[in-house]
């Protein structure tokens, strides 16, 4: 840390325990029940400030207790205020006076925003924790901060005076870590709530308090040390089994698809448990290239057919959060997890193996028990209106990374003006992936194909919001084009009532709607070769209907939801119907639990007993729906 910067926080120690604090205040009152027994352990503050943890953790009678900060002005309070035999260290985070190995808890409240390189502060936990030890992470939540402008500051001598803070996204945290053989245990993410209210109120700022509505003010992880690290925190199983990866399965009787227009009767794999699949055939898992996960649960939010549809989105937006105030606020309450689980069992209920989620990267997406696949190499902005970097950030991207962005969503000259304000700005170029489109003239068209830049349809959530879509004569023109479902505020229900509009309304051959959700969408996202087609001899992903006997094409073509029997991610079973549950090994049949959609039972690997407490907590018994349809945990309906 440079000395401007240390000097910075020296004045800060003046004021640090006296102007009041909200996220200080939410940390302390949701931290405590996520830390281990402190009795007898040797506990780490790293930059411990003014003691205000270490005086709580006095209390607890650790066996040794140590602070570390940057400033002196903070050590010289943090003194005053604690037990003689709670060691102080001016020191700064990524060179510890530690010993190897000597800590059972390192403490880091509100210190990573100022790293000035994480890998070196990881590496040093690494060095000085214990075997089965654990760390705490806690920091102003990065995705609010960002969406909100927020920025670390405090005021000396009537000034404002604002503090060098670099956010990290928790994704990047979280890899941090794990890269060094730590394993997540915990990750919450609460949000401002009566008890911080008051704060709000001696600063004149409840308007904000009210603004920010459920939303995650910071964040607080807990990690432990696994054993078999070696000395530099290198796991000694490099490669450990992932939990997406299953016991083998022997797929016998299959027939698959290689082509649209092809089935092939060829073995796909050939060691492990037998899983006969006669009557059925096989087709690649979806490729969903647009969604927002953590509305699945919300219903159609918009305006009755008799009122005048909307003219652009921000329209749209601005609208509901007037009209439907109260449910939006209601489905917020529901853990961010908890809707982001859900969002990937709709997706998986039709037979979508892979999905872009048009929104941050959460580390609960990202996990490795995450049932559905997450696009991660990506950049992406919301739209033009939303996005003031849009053009540093789209320079900043390499060319091999797709940018993603909503674009002429809308029926209104603000939204058929878009797309030329994109092209002026350098906005448009193959990695440029424009989300709806629905505006686009044909000459529009004609200049996305000259740009080699490519297109997303949503059919059914411009026709709820703007009572039109893309025209088929246009459609049938873009020259790289995939399929998403948008979201259950808008869409008529998942990727596979899209084909089925595209079908009833456009007249889209089956060829085509089959490419859309499969190479199509693999190619414009940039994905591996086996996504979106099936690769003999490699990790099955991959999704079993009942044979009816026509193409690859026509049978995805007329598929709907109840159609969709098992959904394998890298040989693993997702979802499998009460059929093919029955046929299933034994030992694959761990962690499936019953749903029920619309009346159909599916057996889902997810904690459905967790996630129907936690949002039924807030909608009610058996008051849960996934685009459209109703969704019930168990047999007893």
Not at 123 to 150: K, Y
Not at 537 to 546: F, K, M, N, Y
């Amino acid at each position: 840390m440079s000395a401007d910067a240390r000097a910075l926080f020296n004045d800060w120690a003046e004021v640090y325990d006296t102007q009041p604090n909200p996220l200080l205040r939410l940390e302390q009152r949701t931290l405590p029940p996520i830390m281990p027994p402190i009795k007898g352990l040797d506990v780490l503050d790293i930059g411990c400030g003014t003691g205000r943890w270490l005086k709580h953790i006095e209390r607890l009678a650790p066996g040794s207790l140590t602070g570390t900060d940057v400033s002196n002005a903070m050590l010289e309070r943090a003194r005053a205020a604690l037990a003689p035999t709670t060691a102080l260290h001016l020191s700064d985070s990524t060179a510890l006076p530690v010993a190897d190995a000597s800590i059972d808890l390192i403490l880091a409240s509100f210190v990573l925003s100022y790293l000035a390189d994480l890998d070196t502060f990881a590496d040093e936990c690494v060095r000085i924790l214990r075997f089965g030890g654990h760390i705490l992470l806690s920091d102003m939540h990065p995705v609010t901060a960002t969406q909100r402008n927020w920025v670390r500051c405090f005021h000396l001598d009537g000034k404002r005076i604002e503090l060098p803070a670099k956010p990290l996204s928790m994704a990047e945290i979280i890899a941090a870590f794990r890269r060094r053989g730590f394993q997540l245990l915990t990750l919450n993410e609460p949000a401002f709530a009566e008890p911080e209210r008051h704060l709000f109120e001696q600063t004149n700022k409840l308007t904000e308090y009210h603004a920010l509505d459920s939303a995650p003010a910071i964040y607080l992880m807990k990690f432990v040390k696994v054993e078999g690290m070696d000395s530099l925190g290198r796991s000694e199983r490099s490669v450990r089994p992932s939990k997406m990866e299953p016991q083998a399965l022997s797929i016998v009787n299959t027939v698959w698809a290689d082509t649209p227009d092809h089935w092939s009767k060829t073995d796909l794999s050939t060691t492990g448990d037998i899983l006969d699949l006669s009557g059925y055939v096989v087709l690649p898992g979806l490729i969903n290239a647009h969604d927002h996960l953590e509305f699945a649960l919300f219903p159609n939010l918009g305006r009755p057919p008799e009122l005048p549809p909307f003219v652009n989105s921000p329209e749209w937006a601005e609208e509901i959060h007037r009209t439907h105030a109260e449910l939006i606020r209601l489905h917020r309450q529901i853990p961010l997890n908890t809707r982001l689980w859900f969002g990937a069992i709709h997706n998986l209920l039709s037979g979508v193996t892979t999905v872009c989620h048009h929104n941050p990267l959460y580390p609960a997406i990202l996990a490795p028990d995450f049932p559905v696949r997450i696009v991660e190499d990506f950049d992406w902005a919301h739209s033009l209106s939303f996005a003031p970097d849009i053009v540093e950030d789209f320079i900043a991207g390499p060319e091999s990374r797709p940018f993603i962005l909503h674009a002429s969503e809308g029926t209104d000259t603000r939204s058929r003006n878009e797309l030329q304000s994109l092209d002026n700005k350098r906005l448009l170029s193959p990695r440029t992936v424009l989300v709806h489109g629905l505006a686009l003239t044909k000459e529009d068209i004609a200049l996305v194909n000259c740009r080699g830049a490519s297109i997303i349809l949503c059919p059914t959530s411009n026709q709820f919001l703007f009572g039109q879509t893309v025209a088929p004569q246009l459609l049938a023109s873009i020259e790289r084009a995939a399929l998403g479902s948008d979201s259950p505020l808008t869409a008529a229900g998942n990727l596979l009532d899209e084909i089925a509009f595209l079908r009833a309304n456009h007249n889209l051959d089956s060829r085509s709607l089959y490419k859309l959700v499969t190479t199509n969408a693999a190619a414009i996202l940039r994905l591996s070769d086996n996504q979106g087609r099936i690769l003999a001899g490699r990790p099955l992903t991959v999704i079993a209907v009942r044979d009816t006997n026509t193409s690859p094409a026509d049978t995805l073509a007329n598929l709907t939801y109840d159609g969709v029997e098992l959904v394998l991610i890298e040989g693993q079973v997702q979802l499998a119907s009460q059929a093919l549950y029955k046929r299933l090994p034994s030992q694959t049949r761990t962690g499936l639990h019953r749903l029920e959609v619309g009346g159909h039972p599916r057996w889902i690997r997810a904690p459905l007993p967790d996630l129907f407490e936690s949002a039924e907590r807030f909608l009610g018994k058996d008051n849960l729906h996934l685009g459209n349809k109703e969704v019930r945990y168990g047999t007893a309906l």
